[in-house]
């Protein structure tokens, strides 16, 4: 495939169960940017998918709906909307040159597993300073979502883009799980999400959660850069002291985690909010994690930080 609408296709970049995405130019503008065209695959296609093309088609172009409404530093936004010939819609971004998984490697747990994984992508923490770097621009991003009344629903390390693969800035991507009140997918009841990230709540049913399943995974993502590990069930709580965080932040980060969503913060804006309170310079905190990961002989490369 040579082009795309007027988009000339560099190579491809990803392929998901619903779409494939590329890497083009613009002939009206410089740089690079990603295209991402709708195309089901697999059980999401056939008279055995249990829902129909047209149901993913129309989240596609929620998805892409929401990229074109917003505006903000810290939120992936649509530069172009459009059809190929064949009629697949697409959608066009700025290219971001690589996402959190660059910094915080894959998950995993035991040596076993951290052991099958290359080592540049090796589960690792990063800097108290960098974490509240990120986590800041995270909660930004949200809490415009949340103020529009949607949910995000899959916050997760792939999905926090950064546009350089050192320190960049944060935007949020992939919003076609994103629940939008009346919209045709928001009205099921599917699963959806990814599970070491999801709220309690979540994993009984997509319906009827609202801001406080993203402050949950908001949370997660959070302790996973400054521990280099998920918060699995049964975990000692968070402790500054450890972790090189003021107290309360640290407590903050535990009402996110909070299983009964009653007991978290409403909305990625008051967690914000919050945040801005305890650690009104980034710069007071340390800038090297000072958790070593507990993987018996197994060489582990340090924090990028």
Not at 275 to 302: G, H
């Amino acid at each position: 495939m040579d082009k795309i609408g007027k988009y000339a296709v560099e190579a491809p970049l990803l392929e998901t169960s619903f779409s494939d995405i590329f890497i083009v130019r613009d002939p009206d503008r410089d740089g690079y940017f990603a295209l991402k065209v709708f195309h089901p695959k697999g059980d999401n296609t056939g008279e055995k998918a249990k829902y129909g093309e047209e149901f993913w088609r129309a989240r596609f172009v929620d998805e892409a709906n929401i990229m074109a409404r917003f505006d903000h530093p810290n939120l992936v936004t649509a530069v172009d909307v459009g059809e190929t010939e064949e009629g697949k819609p697409f959608v066009v971004m700025p290219f971001m040159e690589a996402n959190l998984l660059y910094e915080i490697g894959e998950d995993a747990d035991t040596p076993e597993e951290i052991e099958k994984i290359p080592k540049e992508w090796r589960p690792r923490p990063v800097s108290p300073r960098r974490a509240v770097e990120v986590w800041r621009q995270v909660l930004a991003g949200l809490s415009v979502l949340h103020e529009a009344g949607l949910v995000h629903r899959d916050i997760k390390p792939p999905n926090v883009l950064l546009d350089s693969k050192r320190r960049g800035n944060v935007k949020l991507c992939d919003f076609g799980m994103v629940k939008v009140p009346g919209a045709k997918g928001s009205r099921s009841g599917i699963w959806v999400g990814t599970l070491e990230y999801i709220s309690p709540e979540q994993r009984k049913s997509a319906r009827e959660v609202d801001a406080r399943a993203d402050v949950y995974s908001a949370g997660v993502v959070m302790y996973r850069m400054l521990s280099g590990r998920l918060p699995k069930a049964g975990r000692a709580p968070m402790r500054s002291g450890r972790f090189g965080i003021p107290e309360r932040l640290a407590k903050l980060i535990e009402q996110c985690l909070e299983p009964r969503r009653r007991d978290r913060p409403a909305t990625a804006t008051e967690v914000l909010g919050k945040l801005d309170e305890i650690v009104p310079n980034v710069k007071a905190l340390a800038d090297k994690s000072r958790i070593p990961l507990r993987t018996s002989s197994i060489k582990v490369i340090t924090a990028t930080s």
